[in-house]
């Protein structure tokens, strides 16, 4: 009877084809463009307020002697923006273990046992993601399922 369930639910009917993956990505990026230009801007307001330079109103000689004289004022800006990458990126989706674009278009994660998977698979998921990348558009050719997904035993439901 259990058996019968877990088939049923893990049917290939519900798997998340090629569109939906691409749109939920398309979200992925437009939710991180978003906070990084909304990040960058406010950090570049902050580095303008915290330089010594002496005339103002020339960014371009201010961008100058910044970067000549104040160098530590770009390093925090782009740690602040990798760290808010970061964040977003991988953070987040691992406690929740969903994307901006996975929640948005209802898809979630189960194992091969139809439960919800762990923090531990998810990141390995998404580590063979980034490994397996290139193979993306050859593993959705004939099935379905990408190789990371079958590799680290999950499936991308809707």
């Keep these: 009877m259990q058996e019968r369930w877990v088939n049923k639910l893990l ?13 939920g990505v398309f979200y992925d ?24 330079a002496p005339d103002l109103n020339d960014m371009v000689l201010v ?6 004289h104040e160098i530590h004022l770009f390093v925090i800006n782009w740690l ?35 439960k919800e998977i762990s923090k531990r698979q998810y990141l390995k998921r998404e580590l063979m993601k980034l490994y397996l990348f290139p193979t993306i558009v050859f593993s959705l050719q004939n099935r379905k399922r ?11 439901l809707k």
Excluded: N
């Design 11 to 23: 049917d290939e009917k519900y798997y998340a084809g090629f569109w939906t993956r691409i749109i």
């Design 29 to 52: 990026i437009i939710t991180l463009s978003v906070a990084l230009v909304v990040v960058g801007t406010i950090t570049t307001r902050w580095m303008f307020g915290q330089t010594q």
């Design 63 to 68: 961008r100058q002697y910044m970067w000549e």
């Design 80 to 114: 602040v923006l990798a760290t808010v990458a970061i964040l977003i990126q991988f953070v987040f989706p691992t406690i929740s273990r969903q994307t901006v674009g996975m929640k948005m278009l209802g898809l979630y994660l189960r194992d091969e046992h139809a």
């Design 146 to 156: 990408p190789l990371y997904d079958e590799k680290s035993k999950t499936y991308l």
